[in-house]
């Protein structure tokens, strides 16, 4: 079973700023099922991005997503107050920890 | 993009038997979707229970698969989630979720998830 492992646990930033999060996988994996999730506090989580890329429905340019191997990530360009939430990433069955994006 | 709604009792008495529905909107469960069970544990991150296609095949979590069964109601168009021995490990958020098949493997649709609470 492919485990998934981001980093950093909690990524503490101010508005306007880049965020990089990073997940790594236990072994090489195809991008096209590696897929990210956005989730805020009392809500089910959101698709970001699937295929690794691709954003989902509705989801704005500034979150992209990149990577290939065992190593993946997602950038938001400029964080926005919607975007402090936690963040997973997820293949098949498993997920990441997730990574929390809060306010400096 | 299907409507998913949970539903199913709050409590559930330790060695017992969960038990969730999930109630299938915007689409039938026929179509080109496999139906799944997340759940998430207070505080914590989230945890694949398993997942049905309209065709029968089913898939589980390794740690979960003693336990869970995953099972369509085609004439209803919805599905459900049984959880046998339940401890208190199992008190969680239990979320039913959506993968496109195109989407390969993404949850595009979630449920508002349903608090499941293991205890006398």
């Known amino acids: 079973e492919i485990v998934l492992t981001q980093s950093p646990g909690t990524l503490s930033l101010s508005p306007g700023e880049r965020a990089t999060l990073s997940c790594r996988a236990s072994?090489?994996?195809?991008?096209?099922?590696l897929h990210w999730y956005q989730q805020k506090p009392g809500q089910a989580p959101r698709l970001l991005l699937y295929?690794?890329?691709s954003r989902a429905t509705g989801i704005p340019d500034r979150f992209s997503g990149s990577g290939s191997g065992t190593d993946f990530s997602l950038s938001i360009s400029r964080l926005e107050p919607e975007d402090f939430a936690v963040y997973y990433c997820q293949y098949s069955g498993s997920f990441g920890q997730g990574t929390k994006v809060e306010i400096k | 993009q299907v409507q998913l709604q949970e539903s199913g009792p709050g409590l559930v008495k330790p060695s017992g038997t969960l038990s969730l529905t999930c109630a299938v909107s915007?689409?039938?469960?026929?179509?080109?979707?496999?139906w799944s069970w997340v759940r998430q544990s207070p505080g914590k991150g989230l945890e694949f229970i398993g997942e049905i296609h309209h065709n029968g095949n089913s898939n589980y979590s390794p740690s979960l698969r003693s336990r869970a069964t995953i099972s369509l109601d085609k004439s209803k168009n919805q599905f459900s989630l049984k959880l046998t021995s339940v401890t208190a490990a199992d008190t969680a958020v239990y979320y039913c979720?959506?993968?496109?098949?195109?989407?390969?493997?993404?949850?595009?649709?979630w449920g508002q998830g349903t608090m499941v609470t293991v205890s006398s």
């Open positions: 295929g690794g890329s």
């Open positions: 072994e090489s994996i195809s991008g096209i099922y």
């Open positions: 915007g689409g039938s469960i026929s179509s080109s979707h496999w």
């Open positions: 979720a959506s993968q496109w098949e195109i989407l390969r493997g993404a949850f595009d649709g």
